[in-house]
């Protein structure tokens, strides 16, 4: 079956636009994740979503991040103000019922770079 | 200090070496030790998954956990050039992943 598709792929902005990241977890997936991956370093969590409800949004980095995923599918990272700081990758999972020993099942990022 | 300490590398070995990778992490609430691969410009693949300490083997793949010294390893036998990838170890104890930053592994045919 289909894995985590993220869209678009690659996204370039300039300093100041705002950007809307997309993330089609696995069909069923009930819970969902969004990591961001700078350059040459591991994934760091941002936010996790329980169906519709967001349960931890403790990672954003700031109040210009955003996201929501609001029929408990498709999710939509949302950064306002881009600064060059939010250049990276922005990688979302899914994992099919939150328990705490499933597996996370990554898609193949979103590449953003800010100029 | 980060929670999962782990050297970027990279790391080159000639194709059928056995290759260690290796993570220390701080966190003793962590129970579930997981080895991803990622190759360029892809998303992180699960490769081992390992609750608590122990070992487990899947092919050419070991997974050891040590929870008394905190010492998390990943044994490649036979490397092959395909196995040449960036290897993320991950320490958890919730829903939430912790990441180490990932060793550059480059196999030379």
């Known amino acids: 079956g289909a894995g985590v598709s993220q869209s678009p792929r690659y996204k370039v902005a300039k300093r100041g636009q705002d950007v809307a990241l997309r993330c089609d977890p696995i069909?069923?997936?009930?819970?969902l994740f969004w990591y961001q991956q700078a350059l040459g370093q591991g994934p760091e969590f941002l936010t996790y979503f329980q169906n519709e409800a967001q349960l931890d949004k403790s990672g954003l980095p700031s109040d210009r991040f955003f996201a929501e995923r609001p029929e408990g599918s498709v999710s939509t990272l949302k950064i306002q103000r881009t600064q060059q700081e939010d250049s990276a990758v922005y990688l979302c999972?899914?994992?099919?019922?939150?328990?705490?020993?499933?597996?996370?099942?990554f898609g193949p990022g979103t590449r953003l770079l800010v100029l | 200090q980060k929670e999962v300490e782990q050297d970027p590398g990279p790391l080159s070995v000639p194709e059928g070496a056995i290759v260690s990778l290796n993570c220390t992490y701080s966190n003793s609430a962590f129970q579930y030790f997981m080895w991803y691969r990622q190759y360029s410009r892809k998303g992180p693949e699960l490769l081992m998954y390992t609750y608590s300490s122990g070992n487990k083997e899947d092919g050419r793949f070991t997974a050891q956990v040590d929870k008394s010294s905190k010492y998390i390893s990943l044994f490649i036998r036979d490397s092959q050039p395909s196995d040449s990838a960036t290897y993320l170890c991950?320490?958890?104890?919730?829903?939430?992943?912790?990441f180490g930053t990932g060793t550059r592994l480059k196999v030379l045919a």
């Open positions: 069909s069923g997936h009930v819970s």
């Open positions: 991950v320490g958890s104890g919730t829903y939430k992943y912790i």
């Open positions: 999972a899914s994992s099919p019922a939150g328990n705490l020993q499933e597996t996370q099942y």
